[in-house]
């Protein structure tokens, strides 16, 4: 992020990384909004939408009255589309196009994956990152306890 | 409310989250009108089989995208 934005802005790596947290909810969140309009339950759609939109905008408020802080609204954003996608799953169960057990393994099985990922990051950090420019890859290729 | 370097750092974050946010978005617009054929055919085991498909292709894109990221931002 500095080699692209600038040293001023290195602290948008973390907070990049908090927004990405909506990515894992994001596709599939638009897919089921798509399976929705195709079901001809567009006022659906639009109602799961507007919750969403009122629950992020009054997690933002209620966050940022507490903590200054943009991973607030990061977070605030991510609670509100996991909102969406169970609103979404709510109405596709109800409509038989999933099942109960469906959505619990999608929400598991994506906890469980990053959870891992995120401990295991740590461990294997230094096979999966790319090395900084003018940093000698063999610093990254060394072991962590050298 | 936040400062307008904390603007800026978002409107940087969301640059990237945009760049990745497209490829669904085109992709979910694309198999609309299948999806709507199968519907309207009455056919609702095609419909969910089809559903189930591209549901996988875009769980497993949004895990991808998040561990790329979370791997390749410098702390």
New interface residues.
Partial sequence: MPFLFGSNYAAASAYTREMFLTMLLFPTGVLQATVLIAMKLERVDMTINIISLIASVALIFAGLSFIRSLTVVNVSIFISFLLFHICQDYVLVKRKILTIGNVMNFYFFTAAFVVAYVLLASRFRSIISLPSPGVSPSLYLAPPNE | ??SLV?V???E???R??SV??IL??IV??S??PQ??A??NSGDMIQ??AA?KR??YS??F???F???F???????
């Avoid at chain 2, 990221?69 to 702390?75: G, I, V």
């Fill in positions: 409310m936040l904390d800026a750092v978002y940087i974050s969301f990237v989250f990745f946010q669904p978005v979910s617009a198999v609309f999806l709507v199968l519907y419909f969910k559903y591209y549901s875009f769980w894109y949004g895990l995208v998040y561990t990221m979370y791997s390749f931002q410098e702390r």
